[in-house]
T-cell receptor, first 112, second 113 residues
Framework: AQSVTQLDSQVPVFEEAPVELRCNYS??????LFWYVQYPNQGLQLLLK??????LVKGINGFEAEFNKSQTSFHLRKPSVHISDTAEYFC??????????FGQGTELSVKP | NAGVTQTPKFQVLKTGQSMTLQCAQD?????MSWYRQDPGMGLRLIHY???????DQGEVPNGYNVSRSTTEDFPLRLLSAAPSQTSVYFC????????????FGPGTRLLVL
């Protein structure tokens, strides 16, 4: 069965520091991988996705993620965070037919 | 182009009451789905549909009913609300092409007393 594990439920970080949000997945088939962001009291919006090709994927707001097939990971990184990046971040796996399996979410809290 | 819309934004129900959460999209997407979001559990799939007249169960379907009579609309019905259904509900839609982005509505916050 496919599953997604986000290894940190909360990540506090100071403004302008780098951050990494970790995501591991398990799947017996090829998958597509996504990171979504949810700002307070809003729906989810796409940050970036990996479909195929280059393993380094760039998204919106300066975020990037690296697909590592051997380690079944898809970690999200940003070299310098801003207060406005405070949000909940979800890693997800897309299965054939369109279903998404989400991780538990990581709350990123950026402090001044 | 409104994207995915959901109504109501917030609802309070008493145990045993029924209600329908509305979801509509104007992007002509074949795939639509309902998720519930609970603290520490991410989003869990309730029901989904791959086109008008076709629905299927997700991970947590008990206590919920869906139908899809048009491409645009995908309502979620709570048949007899229970406190365990207190949650935030999100509707999403996408095309059925592999790897397509799902677009989410703003959510409905439901409190069952």
């Amino acid at each position: 069965a496919q599953s997604v594990t986000q290894l940190d439920s909360q990540v506090p970080v100071f403004e302008e520091a780098p951050v990494e949000l970790r995501c591991n997945y398990s799947s017996s088939v090829s998958v597509y991988l996504f990171w979504y962001v949810q700002y307070p009291n809003q729906g989810l919006q796409l940050l970036l996705k990996y479909l195929s090709g280059s393993t380094l994927v760039k998204g919106i707001n300066g975020f990037e993620a690296e697909f590592n097939k051997s380690q079944t990971s898809f970690h999200l990184r940003k070299p310098s965070v801003h207060i406005s990046d405070t949000a909940e971040y979800f890693c997800a796996v897309s299965l054939p037919g369109g279903k998404l399996i989400f991780g538990q979410g990581t709350e990123l809290s950026v402090k001044p | 182009n409104a994207g995915v819309t959901q109504t109501p934004k917030f609802q309070v129900l008493k145990t045993g009451q029924s209600m329908t959460l509305q979801c509509a999209q104007d992007m002509n997407h074949e795939y639509m789905s309902w998720y519930r979001q609970d603290p520490g559990m991410g989003l869990r799939l309730i029901h989904y549909s791959v086109g008008a007249g076709i629905t299927d169960q997700g991970e947590v379907p008990n206590g919920y009913n869906v139908s899809r009579s048009t491409t645009e609309d995908f309502p979620l019905r709570l048949l007899s609300a229970a406190p365990s259904q207190t949650s935030v509900y999100f509707c999403a839609s996408s095309s059925r092409r592999p790897g397509e982005t799902q677009y989410f509505g703003p959510g409905t916050r439901l409190l069952v007393l």
